[in-house]
Nanobody
Framework: QVQLVESGGGLVQAGGSLRLSCAASGRTFSSLFMGWFRQAPGKEREFVAA????????YYADSVKGRFTISRDNAKNTVFLQMNTLLPEDTAVYYC?????????????????WGQGTQVTVSS
């Protein structure tokens, strides 16, 4: 029903910026809830940010508030994650995810659709 493809990852020095993109295809419903997650080696998958597709309400993990911004371009069926003031602890594989709900939920298991992931590496 929903296919997601991430892009924009790469290498960056601490303090730098990256913008991740998530291109969505298939049926997009007004109730679709889009999230970004990340997973570092040896750690569990972690919630980063989320946005409602239709209303644009945003949610952030405490660790990224003030540094990351999630947004969406409905006309292009794309969700973005602007990452500023990057830190070495931000290094991880970043995943785009979606679920058919408008209720905020930070649990990875509540998201039914996932992209393939894109690597972000922040050097010190």
């Amino acid at each position: 029903q929903v296919q997601l493809v991430e892009s924009g990852g790469g290498l960056v020095q601490a303090g730098g910026s990256l913008r991740l993109s998530c291109a969505a295809s298939g049926r997009t419903f007004s109730s679709l809830f889009m999230g970004w997650f990340r997973q570092a080696p040896g750690k569990e998958r972690e919630f980063v940010a989320a946005v409602t597709w239709s209303g644009g309400s945003t949610y952030y993990a405490d660790s990224v508030k003030g540094r990351f911004t999630i947004s969406r371009d409905n006309a292009k069926n794309t969700v973005f994650l602007q990452m500023n003031t990057l830190l070495p602890e931000d290094t991880a594989v970043y995943y785009c995810a979606a679920r058919l709900s408008t209720i905020p939920d930070m649990r990875p298991n509540s998201y039914a659709y996932w992209g393939q992931g894109t690597q972000v590496t922040v050097s010190s």
